[in-house]
């Protein structure tokens, strides 16, 4: 692993190879003669072309996790604690890899126990489960992964306590920050840049929506498919009575 802090309090300075940089500008010289249809079926190419990359850098991502992972990758049981972690919010400038350390210095993994690792540009699990029940979306930025982005951000309105959150697994920030702006996102969006959290939450599909009590226990299994918004708005609202049945009192719409 590369010597990048699991604490990412580094911030950006457009540091050399920067892939949110500006790109450079271009030579000086005669306009482009290229048709306006072939401009647009390339960038059309580009787009299916990025979309097969992020899918196939998921497949390898389950594979690799499936050789680390004992009983494979089935999302995280009912009943047990969500994995804690912290990574650098996408519209931010804090880079690093995820801190997924659940005690202080263990090495690769943080110096600082995840749940500790707090502010203004930082995605924390822990956190969200402090202020209720979670929805948190894992997926890869390609395809028709980020859909379900939208679905949720449709019924946020509809469930105010509930804490819905998505984390990509690796990608870029520029196209993070293009998505959060097409899909008008207001809830938060992490970037797992190293993607510790596909085996840490044994990730099977794409996406991968995990449901979560206040204080982080996981309510029910995980949709590994991207969901209608008729079936999300049934599995979201199957968290909110549980949550109650648990003695949740929280804003629930």
Not at 2 to 25: I, K, N, Q, T, Y
Not at 186 to 206: N, R
Request: hydrophobic fraction near 40%.
């Amino acid at each position: 692993m590369s010597p990048r802090e699991r604490l990412f309090v580094r911030p950006r300075h457009g540091a050399p190879g920067d892939p949110d940089e500006p790109p450079p500008p271009r030579p000086r010289g005669r306009p482009s003669a290229e048709d306006p249809g072939e401009q647009a079926r390339r960038s059309g190419r580009r787009g299916r072309l990025l979309g097969t990359v992020f899918v196939v850098a998921l497949v390898a991502l389950i594979a690799a996790a499936l050789l680390h992972t004992p009983g494979g990758l089935t999302g995280i049981d009912p009943g047990k604690q969500m994995p804690p972690f912290a990574v650098p919010l996408a519209k931010g400038t804090l880079v690093g890899d995820a801190n997924i350390a659940t005690h202080a210095h263990e090495g690769e993994s943080g110096e600082v126990p995840a749940c500790k690792v707090r502010g203004s540009q930082v995605l924390n699990i822990c956190e969200l489960g402090e202020r209720g029940p979670v929805v948190l979306a894992l997926f890869v930025n390609g395809a028709s992964c980020p859909r379900v982005l939208a679905e949720m951000q449709a019924l946020k309105g509809s469930f105010p306590g509930v804490q819905f959150a998505a984390v990509a697994i690796k990608g870029s920030r520029s196209g993070l920050r293009r998505l959060i702006a097409r899909q008008g996102l207001t809830y938060p969006l992490g970037l797992d840049e190293d993607g510790a959290l596909a085996s840490l939450y044994k990730v099977l599909g794409c996406p991968q929506v995990n449901f979560a009590y206040p204080g982080g226990k996981v309510q029910s299994r995980a949709l590994l498919n991207t969901p209608t918004t008729a079936q999300l708005r049934s599995r979201v609202a199957a968290l909110v009575a549980a949550s109650r049945a648990r003695g949740w009192t929280g804003s629930a719409g």
